[in-house]
């Protein structure tokens, strides 16, 4: 079973920085895609960030482009994203998920997509 479990949200003032990690087992396991999403109350769920496998690949959304990085450590199983100049557009639930479709095309979850419970960032103005 694919458990993993987000953490660094936080609340943070505009302009500030905020660093998530995600660990667990499966998010590491060979060739999986993973990567975040995030969703502000009464609002869809957005594709934030995505990385594939060897690292080499990733894609961002439009609105966090420049700001976010992603990275993964698969020797400590971990995930990241890096964000950089938060806004109060970016307070959401963000949740790490594994095994998703991550492209130029966009990032979407996939038929086998795990979740993780979500950390809740909090940006103020």
């Known amino acids: 079973q694919v458990q993993m479990v987000e953490s660094g949200g936080g609340l943070v003032q505009e302009g500030g920085s905020l660093r998530l990690s995600c660990t667990g087992s499966?998010?590491?396991?060979?060739?999986?895609?993973v990567g975040w999403f995030r969703q502000a109350p009464e609002k869809e769920r957005e594709g934030v960030a995505c990385?594939?496998?060897?690292?080499?690949?990733?894609y961002y959304g439009d609105s966090v482009k420049e700001r976010f990085a992603i990275s993964r450590d698969n020797v400590d199983n971990t995930l990241y994203l890096q964000m950089h100049s938060l806004t109060p557009d970016d307070t959401a639930m963000y949740y790490c998920?594994?095994?998703?479709?991550?492209?130029?095309?966009?990032?979407?979850?996939?038929?086998?997509?795990?979740w993780g419970q979500g950390t809740q960032v909090t940006v103020s103005s």
């Open positions: 499966g998010l590491t396991s060979d060739g999986t895609t």
């Open positions: 990385i594939n496998w060897s690292g080499q690949r990733q």
């Open positions: 998920a594994v095994n998703i479709a991550c492209s130029s095309i966009g990032i979407y979850p996939a038929d086998f997509t795990y």
